[in-house]
């Protein structure tokens, strides 16, 4: 028996340290002159004057707080104002505001899985839909990146009467994008429920950004289920199931990280709600994004990206991580993705694309990554 048993978390922290994948908090101040590609704020609209006065104006509205679940006190007018705004603009029947993107995803797995279901999901998804699968009860068949063939197999195999089939719609790590018309048709074919992670496709994707499902011509498919997070592209705070009213329904009754949280915050409702109708006022934002990628994309020496991710694998960890480093000491903020976020020996700079990034932020972006880039490069060790 140890007289400290947590010493442990030294000797795990150390092996971190020595993996080059040790995590730190860097709080960021409201002046910083960096400028910024490591956020999620693809349309530029977290400090938009417009999206400021939403969230004001429903709090001085509302107050600070939800007080409650949302089956409690947590729902106002404005939650349900924003879910049909939400369903309109995607082409779905009907929304369920939750207060995350990892939540919604929760939600909506576990309370449409459970035990005698199927899930097949696509092996790059997003950790909350990992989460998700471990959580769900059901039997987990994880099926090899954008594999729809791989997907059909596993389907007719089954032994379970429901299976759902999991996948992002814009990988988060690469930028790629998932097959859905295939993943659809296969799902139909073999009687399951395809559930979309749309959480990099909103506000990118599809006309006037109204995501990757709309652009396939899928919005409003009975059989496909769309989530989202309010946190990217509408600057706010909070997830969000697009679906049929038996969907919405059912998730009310059954998702447990629906029931059991406390309601969205009126701020990121009101942010929300007018980031939406900035962007349904402008449409021309979406394209801008992925212009925007394309130009970041030609500047770091890597190919034409399909959203706002634009990847650049230098290989092991530390020398990623000196890289993100150099980059924020010349003023330039970027991710860092190291394993487990991407597989081992695939380190790299995750550079994200905004609507509102200037001629004169890119002149910069292109002295600075040259010089970074050429120095990581040189000490880079790619997988062939």
Known sequence: ??????????????????????????????????????????????????VIEGAIASVRYWGTGATGSRLVT??????????????????????LVFASGYAANLGAVTALAGRGALVVSDAG?????????????????????????????????????????????????????????ELHR???????VLVVDEAHGLGVRGAGGRGLVHECGLAGEPDLIITATLSKAFAAQGGVVLASERVRAHLIDAARTFIFDTGLAPAAVGAARAALSLLRRDPAMAQRVLDRAADLARIAGVG????????????????????AQACRERGLSVGCFRPPS???????????ARADLTEDELATIATVLGEVLAEARAREVVPA
């Open 186 to 192: 296969v799902t139909r074919e073999n009687g399951a």
């Open 125 to 181: 998804s997003h950790a909350s839909l990992v989460d998700a699968c471990r959580l769900s009860r059901a039997r987990v068949e994880i099926a090899p990146h954008r594999d729809p063939a791989a997907v059909d197999r596993l389907l007719a195999e089954r032994r379970e009467e429901r299976a759902l089939v999991l996948t992002d719609s814009v990988f988060s790590a690469d930028g790629d994008l998932a097959p859905l018309a």
């Open 1 to 50: 028996m140890t007289a400290d048993p947590l010493s442990w978390l030294d000797a795990r922290a150390a092996e971190r340290v020595d993996a080059g994948l040790r995590r730190e908090l860097r709080p960021r101040t409201s002046d910083t002159a960096c400028i910024d590609l490591a956020s999620n704020d693809y349309l530029g609209l977290v400090r938009h004057p417009e």
């Open 304 to 323: 034409q990206p399909d959203s706002a991710v634009v990847s650049v694998v230098l290989g092991e960890a530390q020398v990623a991580y000196d890289a």
């Open 342 to 352: 991407v597989p081992e020996g695939t380190s790299r700079l995750r550079l994200t």
């Open 74 to 95: 947590g729902t106002t007018a404005e939650h349900e104002q924003l879910e049909a705004e939400l369903a309109e603009f995607v082409g779905a029947e009907a929304g």
